[in-house]
């Protein structure tokens, strides 16, 4: 059974970094492209960064020169380096990995950024 899991979220203020890390597990499969999207409260999921198989990244233009989406193929994960955080980023941050054709989503992980 493949399993997503996100991890690294917290609580951070104004102008602070953290990185997200999705990990992919249960497959003999790689993660071919992911992406990142986040839920602020009330609001709907919004997508936020992708990267394709080959490596190209895209970003919402909210958070271009801010985020960095990265992968390691050999620990099959995928993160998303945040910095220069600001209050509209506080949201819960979920992982859609495509393995083989199919998308999985991990459970989300908090972010919150203080003022």
């Known amino acids: 059974q493949v399993q997503v899991v996100e991890s690294g979220g917290g609580l951070v203020e104004a102008g602070e970094s953290l990185r997200l890390a999705c990990a992919a597990s249960g497959s003999t499969f790689r993660i071919d492209a992911g992406m990142w999207y986040r839920q602020a409260p009330g609001k709907q999921r919004e997508w936020v960064a992708a990267?394709?198989?080959?490596?190209?990244?895209n970003y919402v233009a909210s958070v271009k020169g801010r985020f960095t989406i990265s992968r390691d193929n050999a620990k099959n994960t995928v993160y998303l380096q945040m910095n220069d955080l600001k209050p509209e980023d506080t949201a819960v941050y979920y992982c859609?990995?495509?393995?083989?054709?199919?998308?999985?989503w991990g459970q989300g992980t908090q972010v919150t950024v203080s003022s």
């Open positions: 859609n990995a495509r393995i083989n054709s199919y998308a999985y």
């Open positions: 990267i394709s198989s080959g490596g190209t990244t």
